[in-house]
C-alpha cells in the first residue's frame, strides 16, 4: 500500500512563491510516475503536471507552464512542486498522485483515472 502525504500548503500573497512537497512510504517510489492536481471550490479536479519516473520527462498544464516547476528526489520518496508568480486562480486544494504504470506520456497522465494512489492534498490561498 502506497501512502502519499502532502506538506508546504498556506496562504501567500498573489505574485509570491509556495514549494509542495509529496513524501510517499513505498520504497519503490522511483518506479511511479508521480503527477499533480488541484481542485478549487465548485471545481473538478483538474491535472497541473506530472513527472517521469527518472525525472528526465515532464508535462504542464497551459495555465501553470512556466511558473510551476515539479521535480523529484527518489532517494528521498519525495516529489516537489515549485509554484511561482501565484495567482488568485491558483486558489486549491493541491494533490499528488502516483501512476504505479510507471509509463510517461501526456496524454496518459493528464487523466486522474490513471492514478492509483492519491494524497490527502494541501490548501494553497492565494490573496489577490
Known amino acids: 500500500q502506497v501512502q502519499l502525504v502532502e506538506s508546504g500548503g498556506g496562504l501567500v500573497q498573489a505574485g509570491g512563491s509556495l514549494r509542495l512537497s509529496c513524501t510517499a512510504s513505498?520504497?519503490?517510489?522511483?518506479?511511479?510516475?508521480m503527477g499533480w492536481f488541484r481542485q478549487a471550490a465548485g471545481k473538478e479536479r483538474e491535472f497541473v503536471g506530472a513527472?517521469?519516473?527518472?525525472?528526465?520527462?515532464?508535462s504542464y498544464a497551459d495555465s501553470v507552464l512556466g511558473r510551476f516547476i515539479i521535480s523529484r528526489d527518489n532517494a528521498k520518496n519525495t516529489v516537489y512542486l515549485q509554484m511561482n508568480g501565484l495567482k488568485h486562480e491558483d486558489t486549491a486544494v493541491y494533490y499528488c498522485?502516483?501512476?504505479?504504470?510507471?509509463?510517461?506520456?501526456?496524454?496518459?497522465?493528464?487523466?486522474?483515472?490513471?492514478?492509483?494512489?492519491w494524497g490527502q492534498g494541501t490548501q494553497v490561498t492565494v490573496s489577490s
Open positions: 513505498a520504497r519503490t517510489f522511483s518506479s511511479y510516475v
Open positions: 513527472i517521469s519516473r527518472n525525472g528526465g520527462s515532464l
Open positions: 498522485a502516483a501512476d504505479l504504470g510507471g509509463i510517461f506520456a501526456r496524454t496518459v497522465a493528464v487523466q486522474p483515472t490513471r492514478y492509483t494512489h
